[in-house]
Nanobody, 124 residues
Framework: QVQLIESGGGLVQAGGSLRLSCVAS????????MGWFRQAPGKEREFVSA????????DYADSVKGRFTISRDNAKNTVYVQMNSLKSVDTAIYYC?????????????????WGQGTQVTVSS
């Protein structure tokens, strides 16, 4: 059984930075693309970023491009998202997800396994 455990959320002032981590277990991590999504109260879950199994391909939502960086360490079964220049609109619960293929996708439906979420709150 695959488990995804996120950590690193918290409260940060606008303009600050956070790094979220997601540790995966139960499958061969390097075979699977990973994604980050976020959901604010009353809003749909939205794509943030994704990375291919090898780490060679990355994708970012326009709203975070240039501010967020996704990476992975397959030796540690961990995916990260470094979030810089945070804005109030970034406030949401952030979810890590695993897609059981190598290639990335932006679709929520393309991911089978999801973490519990970690809260990111950006104060003005």
């Amino acid at each position: 059984q695959v488990q995804l455990i996120e950590s690193g959320g918290g409260l940060v002032q606008a303009g600050g930075s956070l790094r979220l981590s997601c540790v995966a277990s139960g499958r061969t991590f390097s075979d699977y693309a990973m994604g980050w999504f976020r959901q604010a109260p009353g809003k749909e879950r939205e794509f943030v970023s994704a990375i291919s199994g090898s780490g060679g391909t990355t994708d970012y939502a326009d709203s975070v491009k240039g501010r967020f960086t996704i990476s992975r360490d397959n030796a540690k079964n961990t995916v990260y998202v470094q979030m810089n220049s945070l804005k109030s609109v970034d406030t949401a619960i952030y979810y890590c997800a695993m897609r059981p293929v190598w290639a990335v996708t932006r679709s929520v439906a393309g991911y089978i396994y999801w973490g519990q979420g970690t809260q990111v709150t950006v104060s003005s």
